[in-house]
Nanobody, 123 residues
């Protein structure tokens, strides 16, 4: 079991930027694929981005491609989500995810979830 703690959420104006961070409590962080999901009010949880254990492979949802960047620092057991050009449709609770299978993580079959951090974008 991996404990994940997100930080960095908040309120930002449209066009602004935020950087989310997720710290993992595991000595084998580099063995896990990591990802970010989000859930807007009244909607289901959706995939945002994923990154392989080495950081060499990243995948993004079409809705965030070109605006969001996922990265990881295995020495710090942390994964990041840099969010630029935010718009009100990005308002959601953002969840960090970790799984030993990158393929499973990308489809939402995740063994470890964070508690979520709220991102609110005002127009």
């Amino acid at each position: 079991q991996v404990q994940l703690v997100e930080s960095g959420g908040g309120l930002v104006q449209a066009g602004g930027s935020l950087r989310l961070a997720c710290a993992a409590s595991t000595r084998i962080f580099s063995s896990y694929a990591m990802g970010w999901f989000r859930q807007a009010p009244g909607k289901g949880r959706e995939f945002v981005a994923s990154i392989s254990w080495s950081g060499g492979s990243t995948v993004y949802a079409d809705s965030v491609k070109g605006r969001f960047t996922i990265s990881r620092d295995n020495a710090k057991n942390t994964v990041y989500l840099q969010m630029n050009s935010l718009n009100p449709e990005d308002t959601a609770v953002y969840y960090c995810a970790a799984d030993s299978s990158l393929r499973d993580l990308r489809v939402g079959v995740v063994s470890n979830w964070g508690q979520g951090t709220q991102v609110t974008v005002s127009s």
